[in-house]
């Protein structure tokens, strides 16, 4: 499994792991078994209807088909970076600055996979085994990367902090975070400390802030501020 840089925000390399090529496939294989059984279940519901004219068919076609076409870019787009494959299979869509991809970014890559896949099968397998970052033609046009969330989780990384049965929680605010949110901070806090970066702990501080709609407290440093977040986050998403 390979491994890339990735450049935040924030000017802050980290290292983050590839998604395999096997990863990749079972992905594609279970999210076309997903398929293929809605595509079974609305045949099945539709031929109940005896469908005999023109109308009725071009509904029956347009009913299977929709799936299809909305099934990758839309719940890859609301699923954060992954399709019910790529859920299981635990690897995630992101761009190569670790942001979360726009629409349109999963609309490119879809549509280059309609090309790089249905027309010329293979293609996009070519271009992921030859490519530094693993990438296909779609995730090349739309500058993202699929990455593997399985060997992430080290102790200094992970998202999770050691609480003291007695630690009262500061900013309640931090429940609304997400978990690749954590993660994201945790990763710019650790390379910001070991690299002696104040003003980028200051960045960071500073879109917390504004994210939570709450503001840093005067007596509090910045890092223990954001180590305070992180502390809080994990105090409510424990409870």
Do not use: C
């Not at 992905?27 to 023109?54: C, E, P, Q, R």
């Amino acid at each position: 499994m390979g491994e890339f840089q990735i450049k935040t925000a924030q000017n802050v390399s980290i290292r983050q792991n590839l998604a395999g090529v096997g990863q990749r496939l079972l992905a594609v294989l279970i999210d076309m078994i997903f398929l293929g059984l809605f595509y079974y279940f609305v045949f099945y519901l539709l031929s109940l209807t005896h469908y005999k004219n023109f109308f009725s068919s071009i509904a029956f076609i347009t009913v299977l088909m929709l799936p299809y076409f909305l099934y990758y870019p839309l719940l890859q787009y609301w699923n954060n970076g992954q399709s019910l494959g790529k859920q299981l299979m635990k690897i995630r869509i992101v761009k190569t600055d670790h942001s979360h991809p726009k629409l349109g970014d999963f609309l490119i890559r879809w549509i280059l996979r309609l090309f790089e896949i249905n027309i010329i099968p293979g293609l996009g397998l070519l271009f992921i085994l030859f490519t530094d970052k693993n990438q296909r033609l779609g995730d090349l046009a739309a500058q993202t990367v699929v990455i593997s969330e399985q060997h992430k989780t080290t102790l200094n990384h992970s998202i999770f902090e050691d609480l003291e049965q007695t630690y009262e929680p500061v900013f309640v605010e931090a429940v609304q975070l997400k978990a690749s949110d954590v993660q994201l901070i945790k990763s710019v806090l650790i390379e910001a400390k070991k690299n002696d970066k104040a003003e980028i702990l200051k960045r960071l501080s500073t879109k917390i802030e504004s994210t939570l709609g709450i503001k840093k407290p005067q007596n509090m440093s910045t890092g223990n501020f954001i180590d305070t977040i992180l502390k809080d986050y994990n105090y409510y998403a424990g409870l």
